[in-house]
């Protein structure tokens, strides 16, 4: 059986990159009414949910913001009521990666990565936890954490991505055993390299073919994100492909 979305409202960040956009389209695909904040003022030309009326972009939501973050939430509520309906699911793929020696790393890199990656995914957590509690009836909250997160060997050479993913990994478990008895479910997707544009790019000599597709990690997201998930919370779960 399918899992079904219908007219159940759910958040993207990062909606407009290689991994939320996968996201955004299988959602879209099992019916759900998605609201996307973008920082740009714009979505992407050729992104493939331009088009379709359930996919509501806002453009210009920093999600480092805090007022920003409250006033964007705030309106999926209104969004949602006027529709008859609630937010169910926020999922979180906005941040960002930076590499350099931990020797030259200044406080407002570390500080910087702190912010795209683990600032954004409280923020949104927060907001979306108020709406969905409100409401009753549950929800769910999918993290994107990220290898070095739970092996910290890894962070060699991008300490402050490692510790910004480790912060999330944390927030994650924290959260999904404060908010169980809301039966509000926070889920994290820990993947390895995604394989994406950029990432070939930066790796060309690289096995892209041990990477996992974004649009398999989506896969993962949205059964998280869905009522099909019946128990599942406080999970780290590996999205590593064959690497």
């Known amino acids: 059986m399918q899992m079904s979305f219908e007219g159940r409202h759910v958040v993207v960040t990062g909606g407009g990159g290689s991994l939320g956009c996968a996201v955004v ?23 493939p949910a331009l088009d379709d009326p359930r996919c509501r972009f806002q453009p210009g939501v920093d999600l480092t913001d805090e007022t920003a973050v409250v006033s964007f939430y705030e309106g999926v509520g209104r969004k949602a009521e ?37 600032a954004t995914a409280f923020l949104c957590s927060r907001e979306a936890g108020k709406l969905v509690r409100k409401a009753g009836g549950g929800g769910r909250i999918v993290n994107v954490a990220a290898r070095p997160a739970l092996f910290g060997e890894l962070g060699k050479g991008m300490v402050s991505y490692a510790v910004s993913k480790a912060g999330v990994a944390a ?49 993962t997201v949205v059964f998280l994100a869905s009522p099909w998930n019946l128990s599942t919370r406080a999970a780290l779960v590996p999205v590593y492909g064959r690497s």
């Open 25 to 47: 389209t299988k959602l879209l695909g099992a019916g759900a009414i998605c609201h996307v904040p973008l920082a740009e003022a714009r979505p992407p030309d050729r992104h």
């Open 82 to 118: 006027q529709a008859q309906s609630r937010l169910w699911a926020s999922v979180h793929c906005a941040g960002g990666f930076a590499m350099g020696p931990a020797m030259e790393t200044s406080l407002a890199d570390f500080d910087a990565q702190l912010r795209m990656n683990l």
């Open 171 to 219: 927030l994650t478990q924290a959260l999904a055993a404060e908010w169980a008895e809301h039966e509000l479910w926070v889920n994290a997707v820990v993947p390895s390299i995604m394989d994406t544009p950029g990432n070939r790019k930066a790796m060309p000599d690289a096995d892209h073919g041990q990477w996992p597709s974004v649009a398999d990690i989506a896969e």
